[in-house]
């Protein structure tokens, strides 16, 4: 066995990561320790979606599971970093939806 100590982590990426530990339901330790596994076996980087051959219309097929939920949200929000139309929001419609009852 060997120990890995990572010095300076900034306070927000700590936080981050126990947040991420706790979502699956693991210890910190038991989070970074997959987090490593996950690194040393994937040939290509986690936050790139693999691609399985192209669908409908010539679009790239994704694999299932290429990117978390997370990745894929701050990716739109790169993207998109302003509300594109103007008009109310899905939460808005719903709740005007549930009032109305």
């Known amino acids: ?22 979502r699956n339901h693991r210890s910190l330790q038991g989070e970074l320790m997959a987090i490593i596994e996950q690194a040393a076996t994937d040939a290509a980087p986690p ?10 219309a010539g679009r790239p097929v994704l694999q299932r599971g290429s990117k978390s939920t997370e990745q894929i949200a701050a990716e739109h929000r790169m993207r998109f970093p ?14 005007a939806e549930r009032d109305a009852r």
Do not use: C, Y
Not at 1 to 22: C, G, T
Not at 47 to 56: F, K, L, P, Q
């Open 1 to 22: 066995m060997v120990n890995f100590s990572i010095k300076d982590v900034p306070e927000e990426l700590a936080e981050r990561l126990r947040q991420r530990a706790a």
């Open 47 to 56: 936050w790139r979606a693999s691609v399985s051959g192209t669908g409908w």
């Open 82 to 95: 302003e509300p594109i139309a103007a008009g109310p929001s899905a939460v808005d419609i719903v709740r």
